[in-house]
Every structure is written in C-alpha cells, then in structure tokens.
T-cell receptor
C-alpha cells in the first residue's frame, strides 16, 4: 500500500503562509492525494484533494510535484483557528474507503 | 444543515459493561465508518458499511459490534470483550464510488469513552 510521510510538527506565525509537506514516493498513477485536518477534540474535516494538477479552494491550495512523489498543502495566511493536526492520505481511485488510513499527521502550531 | 451526529459526546463506563455509541447522518450517504483514536495517534478503522444490512470488519474489530438496519444509522457497541476501550470514537460517512468526487469522508464530532 502506498504510504505517506509527514513531519511530526510545524510552527507558524499568524498571518504568514504555511507550507505543509508530504512525501509519498510509492504513489501509483490512480492514487488521489487527500488532505484532512483535525482541530482539538473534534473529528477530522476534509481540506482538499488532487491527482496531478495543483488545486485551490477556499481553505487551501495543494501543490503536487511533477513526479507526484510529494505534495505540499499551502495555507496562504495562517490564523489561530488553523492550529490543528493535518493528515495527508493517498486514496486509490476505485477505493471504497475501507483502506483510508490516517497516520499521526503534522501538528501545526500557530503563534500570535 | 446536513451532517453527522454522534452521541453521547462523553461516556463513562464500568469495566464489564457494554456501551452503544450512536451515529446518525442526514447526508444520504450510503457508506459509513467507525474509527478509534488514541491520544497522539492517528485513526484506526473498526468497522465500515457500504450499504444497508451489510458491514465489514476493519483493522481492529475485535471487541466491537455494529448494525446497519437503516441508511441513516450505524451504531457501534463496545463490548466487555474489548480489553482497552478508553478512546475517542469517530463516525464518518461518504458516497462510495469511483473518481475524484466520491469517497470524501465527512466526520462526526466524536464520542469520548472512558472506562473506570
């Protein structure tokens, strides 16, 4: 199974951009890259996903390397409410989600 | 607003007792899931169901049971056979299928179970 590697923790200053990296060197051609985040004592929430091209939505941007072996979640202006654990997950295109596995993720701390 | 409701939010249980955690969704999603999360850890899949009256074991199903009698509901019972049940339990749902738009998980707020 394709797996992901993320730093355990990162820090950012409020109102500065944050780049959260994810390595997935064994990704296959039909694996989508998903990002979720989990605020303290809450369930995870979907952030963004992509396959090959960079993606933007109201929450974040996803930059995918040309070889797809890594990706970066970009928060353009971090706020205190962005402090959370961020999970990078690979999902096979035809998955029925029984293979969705959330690792330890990256704990983002935002300093005022 | 559509979403997933988990109850209770906090639950205390004595050793040897079974407890049932409720999960209800009004998103019209076919698939539902139960995850367990221990402090500082990721999520581990307990059970999942792709359709009414059908469900499959995940990675850590021992000591747990589920039912799926209605599309909207997927209750989880933590039985006395579960050796270390104290954890944060998360329910999720999705529209199963293929392609980019499907399979995004929507989670509930979680239920925190403490065994005394």
């Amino acid at each position: 199974d394709a797996k992901t590697t993320q730093p355990n923790s990162m820090e950012s200053n409020e109102e500065e951009p944050v780049h959260l990296p994810c390595n997935h060197s064994t990704i296959s051609g039909t694996d989508y890259i998903h990002w979720y985040r989990q605020l303290p004592s809450q369930g995870p929430e979907y952030v963004i996903h992509g396959l090959t091209s960079n993606v933007n939505n109201r929450m974040a941007s996803l930059a995918i390397a040309e070889d797809r072996k890594s990706s970066t979640l970009i928060l353009h202006r971090a706020t205190l409410r962005d402090a959370a654990v961020y999970y990078c997950i690979l999902r096979y295109e035809k998955s029925n989600n029984n293979d969705m596995r959330f690792g330890a993720g990256t704990r983002l701390t935002v300093k005022p | 607003d559509g979403g997933i409701t988990q109850s209770p939010k906090y639950l205390f249980r004595k050793e040897g007792q079974n407890v049932t955690l409720s999960c209800e969704q009004n998103l019209n999603h076919d698939a539902m899931y139960w995850y367990r999360q221990d402090p500082g850890q990721g999520l581990r899949l307990i059970y999942y169901s792709q359709i009414v009256n059908d469900f499959q074991k995940g990675d850590i199903a021992e000591g747990y049971s589920v039912s799926r009698e209605k599309k909207e509901s997927f209750p989880l019972t933590v039985t006395s056979a579960q050796k270390n049940p104290t954890a944060f339990y998360l329910c999720a749902s999705s529209i199963p299928g293929q392609g980019a738009g499907a399979n995004v998980l929507t989670f509930g707020a979680g239920s925190r179970l403490t065994v005394l």
